[in-house]
C-alpha cells in the first residue's frame, strides 16, 4: 500500500464528459505532482505544486485543470477530453521541491 | 530539455544473476532518482543518490554527478525484480525520467 492514495483507480469516460481525478496525502508533504504515462513510456511530468501554489505547469493543455485546495489535496479537472488523453495518471508528492517523490498507484483513464 | 538514456532497454535473467543498469543524463542535474515500476503499475522510489553510492539490501546505486552518469546494481536477483527500472534526473525542480529498463526474471 502506497502512502500516495488516488481515486478512482479506473475512470472511463466520453469526449463530452467532465471528470475529477482525486489524490491524497498524509504525509505533511508541501509539494505534489501530477505524471502523465502512456504505455510502455515514461511518465512526463504536467503540473507541480508547492506549498499550495501552482509552481510548474509543462504546458499541458486547458481541458486538464489542477487544483491544490489545501496541502494535504490533489485534483485534476478534465473536460472535453481526447482519445490520445487516454494514460496512466499518477500523482506524486515530496516533503519539499527536490526532495524524494514517492507516487500513488495511478487512475487509468479511458476516453471513449 | 535535458535527455536522459539508460541501458539496456531489456534484460532478462535467471533467478540468482547480478545486473547492472545504466543511466546517462545530458546535462548537470540537482539529484538523481531510481525507481521501480511493477507489472501493476505501481512506482516504488528506490534511491534519491545525488552523488555517491547508497545500498539497500541487494540493491546498490552509485552516482557520478561529474561524469553524468548512475548505476544501479541487482544483486542475487529474485522474480519479484521484475519490472521496469527508470531514473529520473531533477533539473530546476523538474524530474525528467530516462528511457526505462525492463527486466524479466526468469525462475
Known amino acids: 500500500d502506497t502512502e500516495v492514495t488516488q481515486t478512482p483507480k479506473h475512470l472511463v469516460m466520453g469526449m463530452t464528459n467532465k471528470k475529477s481525478l482525486k489524490c491524497e496525502q498524509h504525509m505533511g508533504h508541501r509539494a505534489m505532482y501530477w505524471y502523465k504515462q502512456k504505455a510502455k513510456k515514461p511518465p512526463e511530468l504536467m503540473f507541480v505544486y508547492s506549498y499550495e501554489k501552482l509552481s510548474i505547469n509543462e504546458s499541458v493543455p486547458s481541458r486538464f485543470s489542477p487544483e491544490c485546495p489545501n496541502s494535504s489535496l490533489l485534483n485534476l479537472h478534465l473536460h472535453a477530453l481526447q482519445p490520445e488523453d487516454s494514460a496512466l495518471y499518477l500523482c506524486?508528492?515530496?516533503?519539499?521541491?527536490?526532495?524524494?517523490?514517492?507516487f500513488g498507484d495511478g487512475t487509468r483513464l479511458s476516453i471513449l | 530539455g535535458i535527455q536522459v538514456e539508460q541501458s539496456p532497454p531489456d534484460l532478462i535473467l535467471q533467478e540468482g544473476a547480478n545486473s547492472t543498469l545504466r543511466c546517462n543524463f545530458s546535462?548537470?542535474?540537482?539529484?538523481l532518482q531510481w525507481f521501480h515500476q511493477n507489472p501493476w503499475g505501481q512506482l516504488i522510489n528506490l534511491f534519491y543518490i545525488p552523488s555517491g553510492t547508497k545500498q539497500n539490501g541487494r540493491l546498490s546505486a552509485t552516482t557520478v554527478a561529474t561524469e553524468r552518469y548512475s548505476l544501479l546494481y541487482i544483486s542475487s536477483s529474485q522474480t519479484t525484480d521484475s519490472g521496469v527500472y527508470f531514473c529520473a534526473a531533477d533539473q530546476n525542480e523538474k524530474l525528467t525520467f530516462g528511457t526505462g529498463t525492463r527486466l524479466t526474471i526468469i525462475p
Open positions: 506524486a508528492s515530496s516533503q519539499q521541491l527536490g526532495q524524494p517523490q514517492h
Open positions: 546535462d548537470s542535474v540537482n539529484n
